[in-house]
Each structure stands twice: as structure tokens, then as C-alpha cells.
């Protein structure tokens, strides 16, 4: 099936095929039984108290004290919230994704692409109950198509109690989870009827590179089990008739100078342990940034600075070994807005 919708120089065509095609969609957490709802409340408190739900496994009680993230439990740091347009098509559409960018964050990535949001911890601090205000003015003010949560990682239990109070109150939008895929299986499970759209990110995957550039062990692992997670949940992404997402799974790749090796491991791994139909974009926006090509401590200007390898802009020949990989390993739903004015559905 073939929708276009043509502009007097260009247009977009959205290649629709049928089994990925919804004639309307219910977002998933107005299916939630009370009871259900009443037992997921309870546990974001328990985890809140005995913080285990991000890999990090700091144990802390978030009512006394802070982990690695820095947030701690009554409120949460947010830096932004808006309609975004910076986002796939697929999600943003005519009206925006209706954005809520988290400060914060459970990874200590050298390159972080939003370092000023995700480790300066800028922004202001809401209670559960003022997020859900927020969504409400997104869906009846900004008219957004979703309700897009950017790096929750480690804000899980607020933004489970956020969607249920959201909930009572009129949400009737889907939720995208954006994350960073350094989630772990507890998480993704309370999660479970809550989420429509996970919108993993999956790094890197060798070890060595997961503690050099990311800081974290065991990243690749993590990544594997928590979007597998999430494809069990939501399955492949589905849209509606306008093109819009509304359920399923997009994994994104952002690819590295000198580190194909990395993409291409990765989307072999979608292609045979997720599914071949797995929507990814293969992202070619990479830029040094963060602690990339800065002096090394205590020194002066060095050819040799701070993680010179990726001190540099991916190049066309990099993305599309990693495009072409994908193809290869039967991956066909790409994002190529870029390329083709469209991208496949």
C-alpha cells in the first residue's frame, strides 16, 4: 500500500506494508486493569526505597541519598519539555513528538551528543503528578502525537507513577520509551503495559569499547537482554494509516568513526536474535562532543587528546557499511528519510 502526500517541489512517500498497518490503536496503558495498576504503583515505591532497576544496581534508598545517577526519589530533573521535531518522521509527524527531555542519566558516554542535558543535570524538578500535568498540556495544547520520554532510564518508578496519574486524568496518547538500552529486565517489565514504542539506542558492542567510551560493564549484554525485552513486549512497529508509529519497537544505531566493526556486529544481532522485521535507523549524525579531542588532563593542546580516535565526523563510507551489513543480514524497514524522501513502514 502506497500513501504519498505530495508538495508542490517534493513529497513523502510512506511505504505501508499491511501487517504492520493499524486500523486504530488503544495505547496500552488505558488497557490496565486497577488492580494492575494499583500493583505497579506499589512497586515504583518499593524500588524508590531499594534501587536496583537500572544496571547500575546501586541499592540506595532514594528518599535519603543519590547513586550514580544523582536523582533522587520525590522529584525528577527535567530539562525540556516540548513538542519536538527533531525526531523520525514516523513519531514527529505534522504536529511534533510531544518530548520530555530528562537530566541525568545512567551512562557516562565521552561522546554524549546532549551532554549539557544528560551530565549537567540542568533543568527543573517535578513531582510525578506535575509530569502528568505536562503530558496533558502536550497531548491537549501541543495536539503532539506521543508523549516521547528522552533518557528515563533512571527515572523509571517517577515515570510509571507519572503515566498512571496521566491516566486518570484523560492521557490517551501512546508513550515512547527512549532510552539508551542500559535498561535491565525489571525495569522493562514494570514498564509492561505502560510502554507502546521502545526506542532503544544500541551503542556499541564489544566490551572494551562499552567501558572506554560508554563507562559501563557489561553494555552489549545489557543492551541485548533489555530490547529483546521490549520486542516481546510491543513486537515490530505498527502505524496507523498517516504514517504515524503508534506500537512496536525502532532500534537506532548511531555510527562511530573507526567503528563499523561495531554497527555491523549490531544489526547482524537484530537480524537474527530480534527479528528481520525490527525497524532501525542507521544514524549518521555523529560529532565530536563531551570529552572528545579535549586536552588530556593537566596538560596543553595534544594531537594526541582525549579520545583522538573519534575525534571526528562519521564519514558516507562508514554508515554505509553498516547500512549495506544490515541489508545483508535481511534487515529491510530502514528510516531513510535522507535518502528517499520516505521512509519503509
Known sequence: MLLSSRHHHHGRHLYLAPPFLLDDYIPRYQLLSSTEAARKRSEAYAHLRECNLCPRLCGVNRYERT?????????????TV?????EEPCFQGHNGS??????????????????????QRNGFDLTPEDLAEWYMKLQDVGR???????????????????????????????VIYNSSAFDSLESIRLLDGLVDIYLPDFKLWSDEAGRRLLKADHYAATARESIKA?????GDLCFTADGIA???????????????DEGR????????????????????????????????????????????DIN???????????????????????????????FNI
Open 67 to 79: 547513586g550514580v545517577c544523582l536523582i533522587g526519589a520525590e522529584t525528577v530533573k527535567v530539562n
Open 82 to 86: 516540548a513538542p519536538h521535531f527533531g
Open 98 to 119: 510531544g518530548s520530555v527531555f530528562f537530566s541525568g542519566c545512567n551512562l557516562r558516554c565521552v561522546f554524549c551528543q546532549n551532554h549539557d542535558i544528560a551530565h
Open 144 to 174: 503532539v502525537h506521543n508523549i516521547n520520554l528522552v533518557t528515563p532510564e533512571h527515572v523509571v518508578p517517577q515515570v510509571v507513577l507519572s503515566l498512571l496519574h496521566a491516566r486518570d486524568l484523560g492521557l490517551r496518547l501512546p
Open 230 to 234: 521490549m520486542h516481546d513486549q510491543v
Open 246 to 260: 503508534k506500537k512496536g519497537v525502532l532500534v537506532r544505531h548511531l555510527v562511530m568513526p573507526g567503528k563499523e
Open 265 to 308: 556486529a549490531i544489526v547482524r544481532w537484530l537480524a537474527q536474535h530480534v527479528s528481520k522485521d525490527l525497524m532501525v535507523h542507521v544514524m549518521e549524525q555523529y560529532h565530536p562532543r563531551a570529552h572528545v579531542g579535549k586536552p588530556r588532563r593537566g596538560q596543553g593542546p595534544d594531537p594526541k587528546a582525549r579520545y583522538h
Open 312 to 342: 571526528r565526523p562519521v564519514n558516507a563510507t562508514e554508515v554505509e557499511s553498516v547500512r549495506k551489513a544490515a541489508e545483508d543480514a535481511g534487515l529491510w524497514r530502514f528510516v531513510e528519510a535522507a535518502r528517499h524522501g520516505g
